[in-house]
């Protein structure tokens, strides 16, 4: 029994030495030599939202947050931030107000008052100093010179009277008008200040600029925003999106920067439980390269695709995606599977097979093409190469 067993694994070893190795053929086709990079749907026509600009405020707690990936008409409440510091600030003005109005208006009544009392004095004196200008005036020699002295020096005091009196009606009035102005001046001001308060209230609940979807922004911290948390003056929490006219950013390697061109066609599958293909070219390139996150410091550059046809039913700003750029299209080129070379001290070898036995060689490689490589020199179609 034990014989037959190893008569048996020796044939099985045999037959297996019999089997010719694996080959497979150079072939001459037609491919395309792409690009591949990542991306990440975007809105051409997008509305950042921030808090407003509030004086003496740089923290804004949220108080409402529309859920993400709402759609809202423009003129719609879409967050609110919680104004109570500023209504604090609304009360205490009012009351001020309010103690403003009250002063001007009993200074009001008090000034009519001091004028009025004025203008009798003044009419008074004026009576007086017509009186003593008649007994001025009156010729009369039966008057001894005493009496007619008298009857000057009364009529100069009385002119000297009423020209004061006239003068401190005059100052009374002047004097009216600036303390009035004053406190006018501070109702004014108070009010002015709250309707600039009442203006920061209604700017606190953020209204849509436009139609869109709500898309949540996030920190530098990649944490997006939720109610009750505080943001900082300026900080983007909102971008309203138009899914109607979708676009990609595509996030190019440095290395492959030189082979993205304007107009290059794209092929961009979309990440998701079911993958999406959608075709579009390039119609953007970034100017500048930039570390491709925080964490991640790859130099990449932006390069912006545009769709030949959009799904908006699917289609949502943040989606990734893969992206793969056709930088040239080869009619006739020859393919061999990357398996089949080797590499040895830095040169790409195969191993050409033929009725008269093996041979090595070192061949050059255009391009890698996933599994497939593209040969430049060393090989020529029809040759059978060892895998």
């Not at 072939?27 to 975007?42: D, F, N, P, T």
């Not at 993958?275 to 991640?296: A, I, P």
């Amino acid at each position: 029994m034990i014989v037959n067993k190893i008569l048996i694994v020796c044939l099985l070893s045999l037959l297996q030495a019999c089997q010719p190795a694996p080959t497979e053929t150079v072939k001459q086709e037609k491919v395309e030599v792409i690009v591949s990079a990542s991306g990440e749907l975007e809105s051409k026509q997008t509305a950042v939202i921030a808090p407003p600009s509030v004086r003496r405020m740089w923290q804004y707690q949220i108080k409402f947050l529309l859920p993400e990936n709402t759609r809202v008409k423009k003129g719609e409440m879409i967050v609110s931030f919680d104004a109570k510091k500023i209504t604090e600030r609304l009360v205490d003005k009012q009351s001020a107000l309010n103690r403003a109005q009250k002063e001007l208006d009993n200074k009001e009544i008090k000034e009519v008052a001091a004028e009025q009392e004025l203008v009798l004095k003044v009419a008074e004196k004026q009576m007086e100093f017509e009186k003593a200008q008649r007994k001025a005036e009156i010729v009369d020699n039966s008057r001894s010179e005493n009496d007619r002295k008298k009857a000057g020096i009364d009529f100069i005091i009385a002119e000297n009277d009423l020209f004061l009196a006239k003068e401190k009606l005059n100052f009374h009035r002047s004097n009216k008008a600036l303390n009035l102005k004053l406190a006018r001046g501070k109702v004014n001001r108070l009010s002015t200040e709250i309707k600039g308060l009442n203006k920061d209230v209604a700017r606190l609940k953020v209204k849509a600029p436009i139609d869109g979807m709500v898309i949540y922004r996030s920190n530098w911290q990649g944490e997006k925003p939720a109610v009750g948390e505080s943001v900082q003056f300026g900080q983007p929490i909102i971008e309203l999106a138009v899914v109607e006219n979708m676009q990609l950013k595509a996030q190019i390697a440095e290395p492959d920067s030189g082979k993205v061109k304007l107009g290059q066609k794209v092929k961009v599958t979309l990440d998701g439980t079911q993958e999406l293909v959608f075709q579009g070219k390039v119609v953007s390139l970034g100017r500048v390269f930039r570390d491709k996150s925080f964490q991640d410091k790859r130099r990449i550059f932006d390069a912006i695709i545009e769709f030949d046809s959009t799904d908006t039913a699917v289609m949502r700003p943040g989606m990734t995606a893969r992206v793969e750029v056709v930088t040239q299209v080869l009619d006739d080129a020859l393919i061999l599977s990357s398996s089949a070379i080797k590499h040895v001290d830095g040169k790409n070898i195969v191993t050409l097979t033929s009725m008269v036995g093996d041979k090595q060689t070192e061949i050059e490689v255009a391009h890698v093409i996933g599994n497939k490589v593209v040969i430049d020199k060393g090989l020529s179609q029809g040759d059978v190469v060892a895998l």
